[in-house]
């Protein structure tokens, strides 16, 4: 039998969107219904944040060890136990899911429905044997990782995100097909866990940061040994031997091939739309997802989309920022939009490369370049001395009137320290209220703050300052 529904909000997808809007609006006693047809917490939790930055802490304490006897401590060469790193990375997926799980849900109220939704008309979505009429529809399904059409790719096994994570022996020579974020993290960190890593990038590795700091992470990642192959487009790939693959290149430097043991691809996401039934619910999309208006709202009045697949920033956090957004239209009919020139995002390589704000080339382009840059590195702070973590930069995009347009920082921390610039640019602060607060000593925060005061050293050099100043004096 089927049977009916009529909730106030209907939710398709479990990830981090969709499980913040059915807990906010369930808070606020408003009936939910929640639609997933696979893992609850999805590919944060099981595929991608998560398991990711599990996998980079076990290669920075491997990484520690090779770095210990700068401080005077031997431990030795560092033992990397492949399969116990694949436990660890399980074990910190199990004591979050939790958090993520169809009980708890259930337990605040929400209607949790495992099963494949589809919308049969613009009113109407079906999934298993109910038939749901809501008021409201959120559509929050994510994204899946890029498969691209290389010749000879389906004539061989290839890892992907939803991949990687379950395997329990090391790569021997691991190739990477793509030097974004996933790719690069993803290299260095199996190259502190033992494997040999090959990035091919047919642009520039980390190519949506700004070159000056994307520089300092590819040195680094250069010199712990990842070797990264930079205008290498990829023609092809092919078996080689029994298990192996070989990666064909096309560059200025002319053609070459690459020979690995494992290949990952990590060349993009695609926006989760198949299967949906969104042409018969009036929801206009394309490849790259959901076309949505500032308010993330479809063609449709009845459906928001949010998260990868309203076809914008590819984060987390953003679609729990959407979530806030669309609860506040839905549940109390106030109007809100989307700003991402206040979105961070972070590389957690190490170092860490952070930005948010406006880039150096987007300020000079909406400012007329009536800017300035500001800078500070991490080698003129105690603590970084102190911690052996010199290599980094902090930049800074302020207007004529010092309002902070947009900041970037390449160092130890920079995913923390990010949080501050963030609050920052979201309020439209400016110079003098980071002139006025007090950091602790010693911590990398400072940085931030030596930058920010750099903005007024001119004035110790103008010549009417300096009059003032030896006027004031004649009065004691």
Not at 4 to 14: H, M, S, V
Not at 181 to 192: F, V
Not at 386 to 409: N, W
Request: net charge positive.
């Amino acid at each position: 039998m089927t049977s009916r529904l009529t909730p106030d909000i209907c939710i398709i997808g479990g990830g981090s969107g969709g499980l913040s809007v059915a807990a906010a609006a369930a808070a606020f006693g408003v009936s939910v219904v929640l639609i997933e047809k696979a893992r609850m917490g999805g590919d944060c939790l099981n595929y991608g944040c998560v398991p990711s930055k599990a996998m980079i802490a076990a290669g920075k304490h491997a990484r520690a060890i090779a770095e210990a006897p700068q401080f005077g401590v031997t431990a030795g060469d560092a033992v990397v136990n492949f399969r116990k790193v694949h436990d660890h990375i399980r074990s910190v997926i199990g004591a979050i899911a939790p958090n993520d799980s169809v009980e708890r849900f259930r337990a605040m109220g929400v209607t949790v429905i495992e099963a494949e939704a589809k919308f049969i008309d613009k009113t109407t979505v079906m999934a298993g044997d109910a038939e749901i009429r809501a008021r409201r529809y959120v559509i929050a399904t994510g994204s899946s990782p890029l498969v691209p059409p290389i010749p000879g790719l389906d004539t061989v096994d290839y890892l992907t995100n939803e991949t990687l994570f379950t395997r329990t022996r090391a790569p021997r020579h691991l190739v990477i097909i793509g030097g974004g974020p996933i790719g690069m993290e993803m290299a260095q960190a199996h190259r502190r866990l033992g494997a040999e890593v090959t990035v091919v990038e047919g642009a520039r590795a980390l190519g949506k940061d700004d070159p000056e700091l994307a520089a300092i992470v590819l040195d680094t990642v250069r010199a712990e040994g990842v070797t990264i192959l930079e205008g290498s487009k990829v023609a092809s790939v092919e078996k080689r031997g029994k298990s192996g693959i070989r990666v064909n290149y096309e560059s200025e430097a002319g053609n070459g091939s690459v020979d690995g043991s494992d290949l990952l691809l990590a060349v993009g996401r695609l926006a989760n739309v198949e299967g949906l039934g969104l042409d018969e619910a009036g929801v206009k999309h394309d490849r790259r997802g959901i076309k949505v208006g500032t308010n993330l709202r479809s063609s449709n009045s009845r459906v928001y989309a949010i998260g990868d697949v309203a076809g914008g920033l590819q984060f987390t956090h953003v679609a729990n920022y959407h979530a806030g957004l669309v609860v506040q239209q839905i549940l109390f009919r106030l109007p809100a939009k989307e700003n991402r020139d206040i979105i961070p995002w972070v590389t957690y390589t190490d170092p860490e490369l952070a930005h948010v704000g406006l880039s150096e080339a987007e300020a000079a382009t909406r400012h007329g370049g009536r800017i300035s840059i500001l800078r500070w590195p991490y080698a003129e702070n105690d603590r970084a001395q102190a911690e052996r973590k010199t290599r980094g930069l902090i930049k800074m995009v302020v207007d004529r009137k010092a309002r902070i347009l947009g900041v970037s920082i390449a160092g130890a921390g920079a995913g923390e320290m990010i949080n501050m610039w963030a609050l920052a640019v979201s309020n439209g602060m400016t110079l003098k209220d980071v002139r006025g607060y007090v950091p602790p000593y010693p911590t990398m925060a400072e940085i931030g703050k030596r930058a920010a005061i750099t903005y007024y050293s001119p004035l110790t050099r103008k010549p009417f300052v300096r009059w003032i100043v030896r006027f004031l004096r004649r009065f004691g």
